[in-house]
C-alpha cells in the first residue's frame, strides 16, 4: 500500500512539474508580437517601407462577384482603397489621416464619424499594424493555445488604446506568423462579427505579406487575393479627398 501510495504522489509531482514547465513554456503577448514582426523581416526591413500600393482581385462566391482593387497606405496613417465592380461602378474608402470617406454608387458618398471614423484611422496606421508597439494598446493578453483552421496557434486578445477595440488574433506557433484574426467592424449598417483567415505569404521588398484573405462576416465569404506589391509606390495623389466628398466637409 505504501508503494502504491508513493507512486501516486511521484506521478502527481511529475504531473504537476509537467503543468507548470507548460506553463512557463507558453511566451508572453509581447514576445508572440516581436516574433512576429521577426517573421515577417525584422524591424529594420519595416522601417525601409513607407508606402505601399498593392493590386488585388476580390470574390464573393456566394453572388458571383468579383472586383478589381487598388489599394494604397503610407505613413503614418493615410489609406485609400478603389475597388471596380463590373455593371456597378467604382466604390472609393479612404483616409488621409484627418478626415475618412466612403463614396459608392449605390449609397453616394459619405464622411465617416465616430466608430467608423476611429476603426479607420487604426486600420490606417502604417507601423502601429506591422510592428505593433505596445503604446497603442491599453491591453495585450496570451489566452494560450488554440487551434485556428488546424493551425497550432498562440490566441492573443488586443486592445487598442484609443479606440478601446477588442481584436483576438492568432499567431502560428511553428513559423509566428498571423493565421487569423477575430473582430466587430463597424459599417453604416451597425456591428458585426468579423473572422478573418490569412495565408500564401510571400515577400515584397525583403518583408512577407498574406497574399489570401478570406473573410467570413455571417453566412457571407468575401476571398482578397493579392497579386502585386509594389514597396514605397503609392503618389501623395491617391489620399487626396475625392471630389465628391469635398463637399460634405464644413469649412
Known amino acids: 500500500m505504501k508503494t502504491v501510495r508513493s507512486f501516486a504522489v511521484a506521478a502527481a509531482a511529475l504531473v504537476l512539474s509537467s503543468a507548470s514547465l507548460s506553463a512557463q513554456a507558453v511566451p508572453s503577448a509581447t514576445e508572440v508580437l516581436a516574433k512576429y514582426v521577426a517573421a515577417i523581416g525584422g524591424k529594420d526591413a ?7 500600393k ?7 462566391p ?3 462577384l468579383t472586383a478589381e482593387v487598388e489599394a494604397y497606405q503610407a505613413a503614418p496613417n493615410k489609406m485609400a482603397t478603389k475597388s471596380t465592380i463590373p455593371g456597378v461602378g467604382e466604390m472609393l474608402q479612404g483616409t488621409n489621416g484627418v478626415v475618412a470617406w466612403d463614396a459608392n454608387p449605390m449609397q453616394g458618398p459619405r464622411l465617416l464619424a465616430d466608430k467608423e471614423l476611429a476603426q479607420t484611422l487604426e486600420g490606417a496606421d502604417f507601423y502601429g499594424n506591422m510592428l505593433y508597439p505596445v503604446d497603442r494598446f491599453s491591453k495585450l493578453e496570451n489566452l494560450g493555445v ?13 486592445v487598442r488604446k484609443d479606440s ?11 513559423t509566428g506568423l498571423i493565421v487569423g484574426a477575430e473582430t466587430v467592424q463597424e459599417s453604416q449598417m451597425g456591428t458585426m462579427q468579423v473572422s478573418s483567415t490569412l495565408s500564401d505569404y510571400k515577400e515584397f521588398g525583403g518583408v512577407k505579406f498574406p497574399t ?15 497579386t502585386n506589391v509594389v514597396i514605397n509606390g503609392a503618389p501623395a495623389a491617391a489620399f487626396e479627398i475625392p ?3 469635398k463637399p460634405l466637409i464644413k469649412k
Open 62 to 64: 456566394a453572388v458571383g
Open 243 to 245: 471630389d465628391a466628398v
Open 212 to 226: 489570401k484573405t478570406e473573410v467570413n462576416m455571417g453566412a457571407n465569404k468575401l476571398i482578397m487575393t493579392i
Open 54 to 60: 498593392q493590386t488585388s482581385t476580390m470574390q464573393v
Open 46 to 52: 519595416i522601417m525601409k517601407i513607407t508606402s505601399l
Open 164 to 174: 478601446g477595440r477588442e481584436t483576438t488574433q492568432y499567431f502560428s506557433v511553428a
Open 146 to 158: 488554440a487551434d485556428f483552421n488546424g493551425e497550432k496557434s498562440y490566441k492573443i486578445k488586443l
